[in-house]
């Protein structure tokens, strides 16, 4: 596998080839539909390509996947020998930014509008097309097709990359970002529906009885909060509350308090509270590797990430079917061997782990 390193020139804004790495002897790239995934890449300190990736910052690795570098580590202990690169995916470069209002707004301010439009500006007006140029990471935002949710946003100093988390986890929207004409280009779009209920065709049936899965794992949790009770403006007795999921009994109920003083319109309390909660992990996460006739079919486009599917373990839940969203894939190319692990539903510690690591990365590879 050749892993392209390049350096994103911030007065220009290409992103400019300095090497490729063909001797990476273990490389891990993590792709999230609505979350943010992670990448770490082992390279030999005799590696002919170690000095001429030094002044990179960025990888692509192909169309869909690039990543920004947030750690460069050498190592000679007991354990390993060789040099260690880390990092998120490119659209990560969310997480280097919060939320500025326009000057002389005390928020930014999106009503009634498509999701997918409200991502778009935050994108455009936070990084892309940014006033102050010292924030400004140039880039295009690709044409996206618009769902019919329309949402109410105001942002204010908050985490950019939580911001458009929050609005992609609701409402089931992918973004990534990638490098394409040496350029940044920002993607907002819908996986596809291929589950076998759907009357669609191209149907993806994921089964060990197709032998197109192999080891897997079955999560289910019981302590996701499905309740939120959400308080709006006022003070004591007088302040406005919704409760969203409330038919929630005994056990089965796991409540959630949601700050809402920013929401004036009490009927937006009940919007909150809906997005809250689909923030939350999934109470069932099945993860799985793909054998290797979905390996290729996920890397030739039949499939891929975002898309709506069936899963049919007739050992683990028999005579039920698991349908849910592609939501996760990690590509692991590991001493000569190309991997792909899989997950249906959405597990939150992931993104968690992922800003993580980005705030842990206190000298910035990217010059902005």
């Not at 880390?86 to 659209?91: Q, W």
């Not at 500006?121 to 010292?134: P, Y």
């Not at 032998?211 to 309740?227: C, F, Q, Y």
């Not at 991997?339 to 690591?357: E, F, H, P, Q």
Request: charge should be negative; include cysteine; charged fraction near 25%.
């Amino acid at each position: 596998m050749v892993i392209q390193f390049v350096h994103y020139d911030a007065t220009t804004g290409k992103c400019v080839p300095v090497g490729n790495v063909d001797d990476s002897p273990y490389f891990r790239f993590g792709r999230s539909f609505a979350g943010l995934g992670t990448w770490d890449l082992r390279l030999p300190i005799s590696s002919a390509n170690a000095k001429r990736i030094r002044g990179a910052n960025m990888i692509k690795v192909g169309s869909r996947r690039a990543g920004i570098i947030t750690s460069r580590q050498l190592e000679d202990t007991k354990d390993y020998y060789g040099i260690t690169y880390s990092g998120t995916e490119l659209k990560g470069l969310a997480a280097k930014r919060i939320v500025l209002p326009p000057s002389g707004s005390a928020y930014q301010s999106h009503h009634n509008q498509a999701a997918e439009y409200v991502i778009e500006q935050l994108l455009r007006q936070q990084i892309t097309e940014a006033v102050d140029t010292k924030r400004r990471i140039l880039g295009t935002i690709g044409a996206y097709s618009a769902s019919s949710n329309l949402i109410t946003y105001d942002g204010r100093f908050g985490a950019l990359v939580e911001d458009i988390t929050a609005i992609t986890e609701a409402y089931s929207i992918g973004w990534y970002a990638e490098i394409a004409d040496r350029a940044i280009v920002w993607r907002i779009y819908h996986g596809v529906d291929r589950r076998v209920s759907s009357a669609a065709a191209g149907t993806l049936l994921l089964a060990g009885s197709r032998d197109n899965i192999g080891n897997r794992v079955l999560a289910e949790m019981r302590n996701v909060p499905n309740t939120a009770i959400t308080a709006g403006q006022g003070e004591g007795v007088d302040r406005a509350i919704s409760i969203v999921g409330d038919s929630n009994t005994g056990l089965d109920r796991n409540e959630i308090f949601v700050d809402a003083r920013d929401v004036s319109d009490t009927a937006e309390l009940t919007t909150r509270g809906d997005e809250t909660l689909a923030q939350q992990s999934d109470t069932a996460v099945y993860s799985f590797t793909l054998q290797t006739s979905a390996v290729k079919d996920y890397f030739n486009g039949v499939f891929d990430l975002g898309d709506q599917c069936t899963v049919r373990d007739t050992e683990f839940l028999p005579g039920e079917d698991i349908e849910g969203r592609f939501a996760e894939a990690e590509e692991v190319f590991d001493d000569g061997v190309l991997m792909v692990n899989a997950t249906i539903g959405y597990d939150k510690r992931n993104l968690a782990a992922a800003i993580s690591r980005i705030r842990r990365s206190t000298n910035s590879l990217l010059m902005t």
